[in-house]
């Protein structure tokens, strides 16, 4: 029951790496667990729909590349789906259960993911209403994940 993120974009800030590492580090000892991380794309330097769209379009692309046939994808969405975490520590044992053998998460890069990937989600998930930069994000991301791995094997985690 592997797990995957997809990231695109380097975690520049030192404390968002040293985060993430530490939640993985973690997650690993008790779920398998991997972060592909994509090069973003440049942003253009007189942004405009097309121009944006064309960057996360070729983002997409690499994002799409990356997905298997058979991986549950669930796309990081403002629009998505909210859980608390024992709902997502529900929702992960549920996904396993049912034969789903590797769950693939995806986190777009500033501009957002293309509809293309969006399309290819079995479902969306928001960590909030609220925006977040994609580097923030993918520390939450993992942080929930450890978390609803500790729920999941019947360890005491922290409310």
Known sequence: ?????????KLREKYFSDAADEYLKRLKRIMPVSVIELPDEPEPAQPSDKLN?????REGEKILQ???QQ???IAMCIDGKQFESPELAKKLSGLFTQGRSH???VIGGSL????????RADERMSMSKMTFPHQLARVM???????AAKINAGERYHK
């Open 141 to 147: 991301l993992l942080e929930q994940l450890f978390r």
């Open 66 to 68: 990356k997905i298997g």
């Open 103 to 105: 769950i693939t998460f």
């Open 53 to 57: 769209e064309a960057v996360m379009k």
């Open 1 to 9: 029951m592997p797990v995957s993120i997809i990231c695109v974009g």
């Open 112 to 119: 957002g993911l293309h509809p293309d990937v969006v399309r």
């Open 71 to 73: 991986d549950y994808v």
